[in-house]
Structure formats: C-alpha cells, structure tokens
C-alpha cells in the first residue's frame, strides 16, 4: 500500500511538472474522482469479494501472451495519453476543449465508473488478464448488462478513452485515446474467441447473446 502511495506522488508531481502550472483544475478533478472512485471500489472489492481483488492484482505471468502483448502496448499509448494531455490542456492549450464537450467527457467517464462498479458487483472472475480460470472455478456470468452484451467491462474502457481527452482539455489526446479504443475492440475479439474454445457453456451463451460490445452492431 504504502509503495502504491509513493507511486502516485511521484505521478502527480511529474504530470503537473509536465503541465507547467498547479491551478490545472482539470488534471487535479481527475485525479481527484478517479482516485476517490477507485478506493471505495477496491474498499468494496476486498470487504466482499477478496477473491475477485487478488484476481484483478494478479501478475502478467498469468496471462495468455498475446495479452501480454497488447497490454503491453497499451501501457505505452496510455503514457502517450497523459503526457499529450499534461503538454496540450496543461500547458500550453494547442487544441482546447469547448466546456459542453468537457460536460460530455464527464458523462462518458460518470458511465464508464457505473459499468465498472456493475461488472465488478455481478461478476467475480473479472479478471485484469485474459485467462481462463479453471483455479477459480469460471463459470458463464449472464446476469445484469451480461445478457444484452457479451464484454461490457471493455465497452466501459473504451467510453473511458473517448471521454479522458475530452475532460482533460486536448483533443490531440483523442488521437492515442481512439488508439487505444482500437487495442480494446480487438482485446475484445481475440479474448471472446478465447472463451469460446476453452470456457465450458460460453459458446451457447454468445449464441444466446449475439453481440461483444453494442447491441445490434458487433
């Protein structure tokens, strides 16, 4: 806990150094739900499902390696992201953001924290990895947003990359966020089929629920 802390002070200190000033209000309202969001959901997490928490804090090694690959790849543009947005809407406000599409980055990250914290409360073997959790027992999770959709965890991701640059001010910052859209889209299939082949009842559950991420659409 306390490395993490360290971690996140020297996040801070080093994005606002980017960002040249300190009265950035939006890296600090950022900072500030993100990190209130995601201790009560890892408080939650731990109180009552503790199997779950250490699941989402498992070690890449437990991965399939293509996973490893493309998270891999999405750590980079992740840092592309944040540093773009810390130089652009910090510093030195070469694409600036129009306060309604601020509003609309808002509700897309205010619907991104919902999806979450409903795919953590129906589903327990959500794990940060694409495996297959034969040590945890895995079954087919079909309640809640899992019957109209298929991955609604990634579709609350890709909601998320739409909607940070928005809130940070930097419409340059949308071109790694739709990057990084585009790593989840794919993550999406190439897991999907994962399940398919080696989850026991997935494959007559993505019969039943035609759709990966949008009703209608994929």
Do not use: K
Not at 70 to 82: A, C, D, N
Not at 91 to 109: M, T
Not at 124 to 148: F, P
């Amino acid at each position: 806990m306390t490395g993490r802390i360290v971690g996140l002070l020297v996040f801070i200190a080093a994005w606002f150094a980017l960002a040249g000033r300190l009265d950035w209000w939006q890296g600090w309202a950022f900072l500030g739900v993100f990190t209130l969001f995601s201790g009560l959901l890892f408080w939650r997490l731990y109180r009552v499902d503790p199997g779950l928490a250490r699941e989402r804090t498992q070690p890449a090694a437990v991965a399939e390696p293509w996973d490893r690959a493309v998270m891999g790849i999405y750590s980079g543009f992740l840092l592309v992201l944040l540093v773009v947005c810390a130089l652009d809407g910090g510093r030195f406000h070469e694409s600036p953001v129009p306060a309604w599409a601020q509003g609309i980055g808002w509700l897309l990250l205010v619907t991104t924290g919902g999806i979450v914290w409903h795919v953590m409360v129906v589903n327990a073997y959500l794990s940060s990895w694409a495996r297959l959790q034969e040590d945890r027992g895995q079954t087919v999770i079909r309640e809640g947003l899992y019957a109209y959709i298929r991955h609604p965890m990634y579709l609350g991701i890709i909601l998320a990359f739409l909607g940070l640059p928005l809130v940070l001010d930097s419409l340059w910052a949308l071109i790694p966020g739709v990057i990084i859209m585009g790593l989840f889209v794919y993550r999406t299939y190439r897991e999907d089929h994962m399940l398919q082949a080696g989850l026991p009842g997935y494959a007559a559950y993505a019969r039943e629920v035609r759709y990966r991420l949008l009703p209608g659409i994929w």
